[in-house]
């Protein structure tokens, strides 16, 4: 008889292009997310939640990033269910899609305007290994319904007041604000915007936009070349340009550098290069009246600015652009200094419901990458590596479990993280060790003599790994990093030691 | 030539059986997310986070419930990349799975024992329209690695902890606490585990547990039927029973009505029902064990107390297994009433990572509904259906938007959410319309005679309707229920409406 084949063991791996959140990197990126949902919510704006998954029907064929065009969408057809044909779902790709979605089902019992946030996982069917995640998350405000650019001049003043509520203080950031319509103005003048068909009029624009928007990796430069004959890169690889007349490209590059010492003059530049353009024009004043807007609200140049080199990448901007990035130094991993760049960005984009209800709908709105801002403070040092673990109650008599659930009860109750050790507790130098890889501030001790006489011990686990490590150094000499104190002072000692390492990790902060 | 085709509109829809939270039904469950994952963190617990995608490999083929044989996931293939077979991935079914599997991939580098929390949502590929979501949140802790009950004693603590934490005072619910190996005893002493093969044995063991379990819904008489022939519901469907023999099915009903007055009185007559099996008094040794080490941390029997009702109906539990109910009446739909039932519930499960390492590791852990118990916070009325809106600020003059923007930016500066009205402002009825719409407090009026006074008129919403409802009431008669205030009183009087509404909605709650 042929023995049975054994199955193979599955592999447990994570799913390649995906990755597992441990400790501190979940709790802080919750926090950020709730310090983030807290302004948004001061503004106004609703929270909303759809599901992560959507009917492909509703999320259009088409991601918007066209410099992607092969990042694709997770789907999958419905079971069959009798001879109906079965729907294709998929895994949203952003936060955007749903939102045009649940707007044109519901417009009618939805305020107008209406202001909602929504923070979530999206995922996308990208190639693995590219550095990017497949799934990450996003943390997104728009305001619907609203066709005046008081619209977005709210949003980046609340752009603004969540990058200082989550840590980054004023003076390490600026939002640069721009305007679609200023550059569409520009490329009529120069005389880019004369084509054949709309298909043509979007693809040139198209390139020229993807062409400004890489100046921060590029320089001048290479957004010069590539609106001109096309780039070579370093590694010999083409990328065909716009085909612009030298003229042209340097009216477009004249633009890109129109930024003044001060918005008044950024905004004069910017009505010399636009005159004689309608929708050029109606840019300029809409920037002027972002900054008026802006200006009465208290957000003056420091925190915002127009800068005319900011075009957003995406096609589907119609009006006033905006970014935000960090002014800081960082170093990479190589040890080179380098601007940390761009956190968030958003802009208006006026057909977001029309593909289902026929109408335009205007709509404008940010994304806040929190991800990218829990790196840079994270870079800069603003952030724990780790959260501190619970203090450790050990076991030193194993049917005395009972002594020590009522000890971590009674910290606990004194709102106090603890626990009390629950694998083998044969050896004890485990517990410790235990204790340690857990980056516990104290292990209690309460063995047989110290029941005896109502005593426990009480070890300073991070005092005692100072001491450790620097055994010479005056300063620890006459501070014992084990206590004995009586059974109904344990809460108290064991406070006094957490506040005192809360105090050296705030001494010791930026 | 043909006209070519129009595309035909796509529908804006939630897919089918999943839905979209709003407001309120968001926040509310990101606050109980929080208080739970507060308490988790104070018992030592760490967060732990997956993305919703693993490998169809790695969540294994089928889902734990054996009643829902056709529930499945959703899966899909990855696109070919050369000629290597590509992998399936899946959206995971509860969080276990991933546990398991990051448990094993990284069990080296995490503490032993592990204690992690998780929460967030999973997807289940059911037929929609059973009243169950195809998507729904998930709040889990477990502790990978400790073989003693202490472990689970301590889940117990903390899940009567995370009820009281979210609302749920002392004396509305019950944990209630029994152990398999004591059912498992009792099946032996009654010679129901004598099975052929182990398959068998699984299969007969599930029966009998699936039919204790439904004894909320059936009462006893029903389970009865379900422990011998079988039994026909009111809708004439026939379910096939385990086929016990008279005398089998009344020790098993025994034993489910083993509960006496006190803990120790149901100790002691679970201890007699098993005598003769080892598995059954080990199971019994257990109990008592968890029983001390509860009351020691001051976890007494009006909170946790021992059920031998409670079997969970899983196959994959080895030992303790308990559950949360709510104690209160409720009314449902139909105006009857009706207890609200389990809210929460896990047990001991020993082979958690055997399918990847071989190894038997033993794990226990709590799952709680947050979905379920934020509708019975609404059903016993304890939490606001909507959340209070912003302070409207409303446009009576187009043209001085930037003063407006002005007040809104001193209102949040002050912590009060406020927003300016963005729609067209033409109309003020509509401005005040929108504002009831939003459950605005307070809106704040500027027209141009205000402004040359130097005052702003605030009309407190709120009062406002309450005077519309019921004009003749006596207690409205000396309040107005619109001010005018200097200017730069605009926050104090602001402040001072809100604490008299907040005032209200505490005198108001239960």
Redesign the interface.
């Known amino acids: 008889m042929a023995k049975p084949k054994k199955t193979p ?8 292009g ?10 802080q990126r ?1 926090e950020m997310l ?1 310090a983030i ?1 807290g302004v948004y ?4 704006f ?10 492909v ?2 999320l ?1 064929k088409f991601l918007p990033d066209v410099d992607r065009p092969n990042e ?1 969408v ?3 057809q419905e ?1 069959a269910e009798g001879d109906k044909p079965s ?1 294709w ?1 998929a ?1 949203r790709y952003d936060l955007t899609a749903p939102l ?3 707007y ?2 519901h417009q009618n019992d939805l ?3 209406y ?1 909602r946030y929504a923070m979530g ?1 999206v ?1 996308r ?1 990208e190639k693995p290994g590219l550095g990017r995640f ?2 990450f998350y996003q943390c997104d405000a728009d ?1 619907v ?2 066709p ?1 650019v ?2 977005d ?2 949003i980046c ?1 609340m752009l603004a ?1 969540c990058l200082e509520e989550v840590g980054i203080p004023r003076g390490d950031y600026v939002v640069r604000v721009n305007n679609r319509k200023v550059l569409n103005g520009v490329m009529e003048i120069a005389g880019v915007l004369d084509p054949k068909t709309p298909e043509a009029f979007a693809r040139e624009r198209g390139i020229v936009l993807r062409a400004i928007d890489k100046l921060d990796r590029l320089g001048l430069e290479g957004v010069r070349a590539l609106l001109g004959e096309g780039r070579k890169d370093d590694s010999g690889d083409f990328t065909d340009g716009a085909g612009l007349s030298d003229t042209q490209a340097d009216i477009i590059m004249g633009f890109m550098q129109a930024k003044g010492a001060t918005g008044a003059d950024t905004v004069a530049q910017l009505r010399a290069l636009v005159q004689g353009s309608d929708v050029g024009a109606q840019g300029v004043d809409e920037l002027e009246t972002i900054a ?8 003056g140049p420091d925190r915002i600015e127009i800068d005319p080199s900011i075009v957003r990448g995406l096609g589907y901007y119609t009006g006033p652009v905006f970014e935000a990035e960090l002014t800081f130094e960082i170093f990479d991993e190589k040890g080179r200094k380098r601007q940390f760049g761009s956190v968030a960005g958003g802009g208006r984009y006026d057909d977001l ?1 029309k ?4 109408q335009e709908v205007p709509a404008t709105g940010v994304s806040i990458g929190v991800d990218r801002l829990l790196a840079a403070l994270h870079a800069k040092g603003r952030m724990q590596v780790s959260e501190p ?2 203090v ?1 109650v050990t076991v030193m008599d194993r049917d005395r ?3 020590y ?2 000890m ?2 009674e910290l ?1 109750g004194a ?6 050790y ?2 083998n507790p044969k050896n004890f130098g485990n517990q410790l060790k ?1 204790a340690d ?2 980056g516990s501030p104290a292990a209690v001790i309460e063995g047989g003599d110290e029941k005896a006489k109502g005593v426990v011990q009480i070890k300073d686990l991070i005092l005692g790994a100072k001491i450790a490590e620097s055994a010479t150094l005056e300063e620890w000499k006459d501070r014992p990093s084990q206590f004995e104190v009586p059974r109904d002072q344990l809460i108290t000692k064991v406070r006094e030691i957490l506040a005192q390492h809360d105090q050296a990790a705030g001494d010791a902060g930026p």
Do not use: C
């Not at 919510?41 to 106004?44: D, L, N, T, V």
């Not at 609703?46 to 009917?55: H, I, M, N, R």
């Open positions: 063991r599955p592999k447990a791996e994570t799913p390649k995906f990755r597992d959140y441990f400790g501190a990197e979940v709790t919750t709730r949902a919510h001061r503004y106004g609703d929270a909303f939640e759809s599901s992560g998954v959507e009917t029907e509703a259009g694709g997770f789907a999958w079971d729907d779902l895994l045009a979605r649940v044109a089902q305020p107008k305007p202001r996982p995922w069917n497949r799934q305001t319904g609203a005046s008081a619209a001049a709210e003043a007041d008026d807007l802006l200006a009465a609200g208290g957000y419901v593909r289902f209800t026929g673990g619970p450790v479990m009972a002594d659930q009522a971590v009860a606990r709102g106090i993280r603890a626990e009390v629950l694998g235990y890889r857990r």
